[in-house]
C-alpha cells in the first residue's frame, strides 16, 4: 500500500428535514386540529483515529465526504427520521486543518478519539409545534437547519518513540533494519527511503518504536531535494538519533547542514533529546574512527556514539541510552491540546474559526 501522509478533502454535513403542514381528518371528526410533525436532524460529519491505519491514502481517491439529510416530518405527529453520520477514519497522529492550513481544527492522537467537523442542521418544527390557546390551526412551519461545509487537509504525523534524522545515505535504513523487523528499501545511492517507515526495537523488556524518514540536504526548508515536508512525522518523538555517515570527508559539515535545517524548520525540534552518532565505522580504521569522532564531538557538543548498522557495532548501548534518556525527557505536547481532547465541540468552536 503506497504511503500518503497529506490528503485534501471536501466535507458537507446533512441539512435538517422540513417541518411539515397537516390536519387531522377523520370521519365525524371536524376539527381535528394540526398534526404536522418535525424534520429529523441532518448527520454530522465526524472524524474519528483508528488504531488499524497507517496512512491517508483512502482519501486520495474519496475527496468529497457527505452527510445525509434529515426526513422531513409527516401527518399523524409523525417526525422524520435523522440522517446518517459520515465518518472519517484516520491513522492516530492524524491533524485536521483548515484550507488555508492555518488553524488546527482537531489532533486525534489515541484510538477512539473523534471530534465534530459539521454539524447537521436542526429539523424543521411541524405545524403541531404552534398551536395554543389562541392560535388553533396554525399553518407555520419551520425549514429544516442548513448544512455546513468547508474544505479541510489530513495531515498524518507519525507517533514514535525516537526519529532517525540525517543526510541522504547515512544509513538510516540499515540502523533501522539492524534494530527491528522493519524491511525498508536500502540501496547505495542517495534517496532510496522516499517514504517514512516505522519499526520497533525490543530493548530489554520495552519495545521502542522508530520512525525513518527521508534524508534531508542544504536547503531542504526551501524545497531541495524532498524537502522539510517528512520533518513532521518526527515532531512528535521524544528523542532524534542524528546518524552521521563515518566515510564522508568532512562529518563536522554534514552534521551542521542537518542541525541548520532542523533550526530553519524549528517547531521545537532543535530542543528535543539527541543522540548523534557516527555511522559506518565497520569501514574505518581505528584512526579514523578516533579523528572523526574527535571533529563530530566539538560540532556537537555532546558525546557522540560510533555504530555500524552493518556489524552491529554499538548498537546495544546506544538503544540502551536512548531508553534511559526517554525515561527522564518530559513527552511531547500535541499540536493543540484544546482539540484533542473535545469530543463534543465542533472543530470550528474548537479553532476559533468559522467556515
Known amino acids: 500500500m503506497k504511503f500518503l501522509d497529506q490528503a485534501k478533502i471536501y466535507i458537507l454535513s446533512g441539512k435538517g428535514g422540513?417541518?411539515?403542514?397537516?390536519?387531522?381528518?377523520?370521519?365525524?371528526?371536524?376539527?381535528?386540529?394540526?398534526?404536522?410533525?418535525?424534520?429529523?436532524?441532518?448527520?454530522?460529519?465526524v472524524v474519528e483515529a483508528v488504531d488499524n491505519l497507517n496512512t491517508l491514502i483512502d482519501y486520495r481517491f474519496q475527496q468529497h465526504i457527505k452527510a445525509k439529510n434529515g426526513r422531513p416530518g409527516m401527518g399523524t405527529s409523525r417526525t422524520g427520521a435523522g440522517g446518517d453520520d459520515a465518518l472519517i477514519r484516520v491513522p492516530i497522529g492524524t491533524q485536521v486543518l483548515?484550507?488555508?492550513?492555518?488553524?488546527?481544527?482537531?489532533?486525534?492522537?489515541?484510538?477512539?478519539?473523534?471530534?465534530?467537523?459539521?454539524?447537521?442542521?436542526?429539523?424543521?418544527?411541524?405545524?403541531?409545534?404552534?398551536?395554543s390557546s389562541t392560535n388553533r390551526s396554525p399553518r407555520q412551519f419551520d425549514p429544516g437547519g442548513e448544512a455546513e461545509e468547508m474544505t479541510i487537509w489530513l495531515r498524518l504525523k507519525l507517533i514514535a518513540d525516537a526519529g532517525l534524522i540525517g543526510l541522504p545515505n547515512a544509513g538510516k535504513s540499515t540502523f533501522l533494519t539492524a534494530?527491528?523487523?522493519?524491511?525498508p528499501k536500502i540501496g547505495g545511492y542517495p534517496f532510496?527511503?522516499?517514504?517514512?517507515?516505522?519499526?520497533?526495537?525490543?530493548?530489554?523488556?520495552?519495545?521502542?518504536?522508530?520512525?525513518d524518514i527521508p534524508g534531508l540536504i542544504e536547503g531542504a526548508h526551501e524545497g531541495a531535494g524532498l524537502g522539510d515536508r517528512f520533518l513532521g512525522h518526527v515532531e512528535r518523538c521524544r528523542a532524534l538519533i542524528h546518524l552521521v555517515d563515518g566515510t564522508a570527508e568532512d562529518v563536522a559539515a554534514d552534521?551542521?547542514?542537518?542541525?541548520g535545517e532542523l533550526e530553519a524548520y524549528d517547531a521545537g525540534l532543535p530542543e528535543k533529546l539527541e543522540l548523534v552518532c557516527l555511522n559506518k565505522c565497520d569501514a574505518l580504521s581505528e584512526d579514523l574512527i578516533a579523528a572523526r569522532r574527535a571533529a563530530l564531538t566539538v560540532a556537537a557538543g555532546r558525546p557522540v556514539h560510533v555504530i555500524s548498522g552493518i556489524s552491529g557495532e554499538g548498537l546495544p548501548e546506544l538503544l540502551r541510552q536512548l531508553t534511559e534518556s526517554m525515561a527522564?525527557?518530559?513527552?511531547?505536547?500535541?499540536?493543540?491540546?484544546?482539540?484533542?481532547?473535545a469530543e463534543t465541540e465542533t472543530a470550528a468552536e474548537v479553532a476559533g474559526w468559522q467556515p
Do not use: W
Open 179 to 183: 534494530v527491528s523487523r522493519a524491511r
Open 18 to 45: 422540513h417541518g411539515c403542514v397537516s390536519f387531522r381528518r377523520e370521519k365525524f371528526i371536524e376539527y381535528g386540529g394540526p398534526n404536522g410533525g418535525s424534520g429529523g436532524r441532518g448527520g454530522d460529519v
Open 255 to 259: 552534521y551542521r547542514t542537518v542541525r
Open 98 to 131: 483548515d484550507e488555508n492550513r492555518e488553524h488546527v481544527l482537531a489532533d486525534l492522537t489515541r484510538a477512539g478519539q473523534r471530534m465534530i467537523l459539521a454539524r447537521g442542521g436542526a429539523g424543521g418544527r411541524g405545524n403541531e409545534s404552534f398551536k
Open 192 to 211: 532510496t527511503t522516499l517514504y517514512p517507515n516505522l519499526g520497533v526495537a525490543q530493548v530489554g523488556e520495552r519495545e521502542v518504536v522508530l520512525a
Open 328 to 341: 527522564d525527557a518530559t513527552p511531547p505536547e500535541t499540536a493543540d491540546e484544546a482539540a484533542a481532547g
